[in-house]
């Protein structure tokens, strides 16, 4: 069976003026359709999710094997890094990323947040539940 983790990454236009989110945000659909289009093949349906009334691209990906080795994950981790820097360091500027990806272990989770206007939708929080 193997370390199982859950994943959870956004990708939305990095703007204050919400009246500049449609372009960036259509442009994403573009880029996912293109440049992005393994990643998009792979983790697509069920795991990705247009969520067009926040301009938002949503990845749910749970109980999968997320190893740094993998070619799947590594075009993945690839494609989040191409939305964090500037386009003159060969990177796509308009957007932030946020990505979280908690293991198996309680110690084990990983988070990150980039862009400007970066909104930190997604974190992690540890709680405890009893359901007697």
């Keep these: ?4 983790s859950d994943v ?3 990708i939305y236009p ?8 449609k372009p960036l945000y259509e442009q994403l659909k573009v880029l996912m359709n ?16 247009w969520v067009d009334d926040k301009c ?3 990845f749910d990906i749970s109980d999968v094997k997320w190893y740094p080795s ?3 994950v590594q075009k993945f981790a690839q494609m989040m890094d ?3 820097g500037t386009e ?12 979280v990806r908690i293991g198996e272990d309680s110690g084990d989770a990983d988070e990150d947040h980039t862009g400007d206007n970066n909104q930190y939708y997604l974190s992690v929080r540890r709680s405890i539940d009893c359901n007697l």
Excluded at 1 to 4: A, E, F, I, V
Excluded at 34 to 49: A, L, R
Excluded at 88 to 99: L, N, S
């Design 56 to 58: 938002v691209l949503q």
């Design 82 to 84: 191409s939305f964090n």
């Design 1 to 4: 069976m193997g370390y199982r």
């Design 88 to 99: 003159d360091e060969g990177h796509i500027p308009g957007y932030c990323t946020e990505f």
């Design 70 to 72: 993998y070619p799947d």
């Design 14 to 21: 990095d703007v204050k003026n919400p009246s500049e989110e």
């Design 8 to 10: 959870m990454a956004l």
């Design 34 to 49: 293109t440049t992005f289009k393994s990643v998009s093949d792979e983790f697509g349906d069920p795991y990705m999710e």
